[in-house]
């Protein structure tokens, strides 16, 4: 990191902060600017991608990726990524995440593979999509989003089990700050966390990493984060934490901790739900998936009842043939 300088003789570098601040009126008082270039700086820090290499988005301009790479992505500053249909991967380095969304960034993504890094020593498996800092993702028919996987577990990514549950088919260990796993845990495949973030799933896949300990979630909300569900397959559990909500529309039922049924796009869904720390997990609209399904009743009872009717007139028509 270089070394940046204020016209105030503000220095910060990587290993030593040194911060003199006077106003040139009152010296008692701060610089504004120099407090300023500090809070950018360690918003910086904050939020930078992790990992060994990382491709960074920050223009604000608008970015496709159509090739497979093997590296993480990073967008920020309103920069936004598109991932058109095709056959191509974005592969993170291990432990690192796939995609990062921050500071009002967005993806749009109806095709490609992301992959979250797996685990590697010292580091947890990542997630594959994050979503933060008041940003938004939307996701379609065609993409397919995995969290990394932890050393001794399957290979979750060649699963085709959307009913596959955890060990005990109970809670799952809660996940870490970036939606990666804890020791031995396969990381999350999409997340959204913070206050204005946001993702919509129209379609896709998502598959959580699988852990040698304990899998990871398919989708996960927390923080104020939203995730709203009307289309896609999923496997892994769902999980709402920390005030996080998922938002799910079609004709759906909890049996216990599982939520059974069909999406608003006919698929059919069978996954385990965890709420907790204010967390919650909502079936949008249930009375009218209701009300069809007392529709559909009352026009089964009336086909009935015409059938009989037409029954009764043939054997009384029957009956006068014979006298």
Same mark, same amino acid.
């Given at each position: 990191l270089?070394?940046?300088?204020?016209?105030?003789?503000?220095?910060?570098?990587?290993? /030593?902060?040194?911060?003199?601040?006077?106003?040139?009126?009152?010296?008692?008082?701060?610089? /504004?600017?120099?407090?300023? !270039? %500090?809070? =950018?700086?360690?918003?910086?820090?904050? =939020?930078?991608?992790?990992?060994? @290499?990382?491709?960074?988005?920050?223009?604000?301009?608008?970015h496709?990726?159509?090739? @497979?790479?093997?590296?993480?992505v990073?967008?920020?500053?309103? @920069?936004?990524?598109?991932?058109?249909?095709? $056959?191509?991967?974005? /592969?993170?380095?291990?432990?690192?995440?796939?995609? !990062? %969304?921050?500071?009002?960034?967005?993806?749009?993504?109806?095709?490609g593979?992301?992959i979250?890094?797996?685990?590697?020593?010292? +580091?947890?498996?990542?997630?594959?999509?994050?979503?933060?800092?008041?940003?938004?993702?939307?996701?379609?028919?065609?993409?397919?989003? !995995?969290?990394?996987?932890?050393?001794?577990?399957?290979?979750?990514?060649?699963?085709?089990?959307?009913? /596959?549950?955890? $060990?005990?088919?109970?809670v799952?260990?809660?996940?870490?700050?970036?939606?990666g796993?804890?020791?031995?845990?396969?990381?999350?495949?999409?997340v959204?966390?913070?206050?204005?973030?946001?993702?919509?799933?129209?379609?896709?896949?998502? %598959?959580?990493?699988? &852990?040698?300990? +304990?899998? &990871?979630?398919?989708l996960?909300a927390?923080?104020?984060?939203?995730?709203?569900?009307?289309?896609?397959?999923?496997?892994?559990?769902?999980?709402?934490?920390?005030?996080?909500?998922?938002?799910?529309?079609?004709? %759906?039922? !909890?049996?216990?901790?599982?939520l059974?049924?069909?999406?608003q $796009?006919?698929?059919?869904?069978?996954?385990q739900?965890?709420?907790?720390?204010?967390?919650?997990?909502?079936?949008k609209?249930?009375?009218?998936?209701?009300?069809?399904?007392?529709?559909e009743? @009352?026009?089964?009872?009336?086909?009935?009842?015409?059938?009989?009717?037409?029954?009764?007139?043939?054997?009384?028509?029957?009956?006068?043939a014979?006298?």
């Amino acid at each position: 990191l270089p070394l940046l300088r204020t016209s105030n003789s503000t220095i910060i570098s990587k290993s /030593r902060v040194v911060i003199t601040m006077r106003s040139a009126g009152n010296p008692s008082l701060p610089n /504004r600017t120099a407090i300023l !270039r %500090l809070l =950018s700086l360690c918003i910086y820090l904050a =939020s930078r991608p992790t990992g060994s @290499s990382a491709v960074l988005f920050s223009d604000g301009e608008t970015h496709s990726i159509t090739s @497979s790479i093997d590296d993480a992505v990073f967008l920020k500053s309103t @920069s936004k990524l598109v991932l058109p249909e095709g $056959d191509y991967a974005i /592969r993170s380095p291990a432990g690192s995440i796939a995609v !990062r %969304l921050s500071m009002s960034s967005s993806l749009n993504a109806t095709g490609g593979d992301v992959i979250g890094g797996d685990a590697s020593e010292g +580091r947890p498996a990542a997630a594959g999509v994050v979503v933060g800092s008041a940003s938004r993702a939307t996701f379609n028919d065609g993409v397919t989003v !995995r969290g990394g996987n932890c050393p001794g577990a399957d290979d979750a990514r060649l699963s085709t089990d959307s009913t /596959r549950r955890n $060990d005990d088919g109970g809670v799952v260990a809660e996940a870490n700050f970036d939606g990666g796993g804890d020791e031995g845990r396969g990381g999350d495949a999409l997340v959204s966390q913070y206050f204005g973030s946001n993702a919509t799933i129209h379609g896709g896949n998502f %598959l959580a990493g699988k &852990g040698s300990v +304990r899998d &990871g979630h398919s989708l996960r909300a927390s923080y104020k984060g939203q995730i709203h569900v009307d289309g896609g397959t999923f496997y892994g559990s769902w999980m709402a934490s920390n005030f996080g909500s998922i938002v799910v529309t079609g004709c %759906l039922s !909890r049996i216990g901790t599982r939520l059974v049924g069909r999406l608003q $796009d006919g698929l059919s869904l069978d996954v385990q739900l965890i709420e907790e720390g204010g967390g919650e997990i909502i079936v949008k609209d249930p009375e009218k998936c209701n009300s069809y399904r007392k529709s559909e009743f @009352s026009a089964a009872r009336a086909v009935g009842s015409v059938h009989y009717s037409l029954f009764g007139m043939i054997l009384l028509c029957l009956r006068f043939a014979l006298l």
